[in-house]
């Protein structure tokens, strides 16, 4: 069965860090730009972070630039997004995707990910 599964989710205090995983399971994630997503209540799911097949090059939106950090373990056969300096509003679900783009784009829609993980939930509060 191909799937994606994150795990490293969790509650955490303002300021705080946690480290997501998306473990690839029946197909090899070297092939695949991976694309990390959230989902805050009633918003759209949003692009967050992405690293690209080709070359492993990354993009982060501005919400999380300098505090994500996205990277990848083709041996581990995962990907992982280490977050620091949480703030309340990450608090939402957040999703990993596959798709076979070469780049990584700051405009990746929810359509054109070829797999999805089931999410998992990050909730920032004191």
């Known amino acids: 069965q191909l799937q994606l599964v994150e795990s490293g989710g969790g509650l955490v205090q303002p300021g705080g860090s946690l480290r997501l995983s998306c473990a690839a399971s029946?197909?090899?994630?070297?092939?695949?730009?991976i694309v990390w997503f959230r989902q805050a209540p009633g918003k759209e799911r949003e692009e967050i972070s992405c690293i690209s097949s080709s070359d492993g090059s990354t993009y982060y939106a501005d919400s999380v630039k300098g505090r994500f950090t996205i990277s990848r373990d083709n041996a581990k056969n995962t990907v992982f997004l280490q977050m620091d300096s949480l703030k309340p509003e990450d608090t939402a679900q957040y999703y990993c995707?596959?798709?076979?783009?070469?780049?990584?784009?700051?405009?990746?829609?929810?359509?054109?990910?070829?797999?999805w993980g089931q999410g998992t939930q990050v909730t920032v509060s004191s």
């Open positions: 995707a596959a798709n076979r783009a070469y780049y990584c784009s700051s405009g990746f829609e929810v359509y054109e990910q070829d797999f």
């Open positions: 029946g197909f090899t994630l070297d092939y695949y730009t």
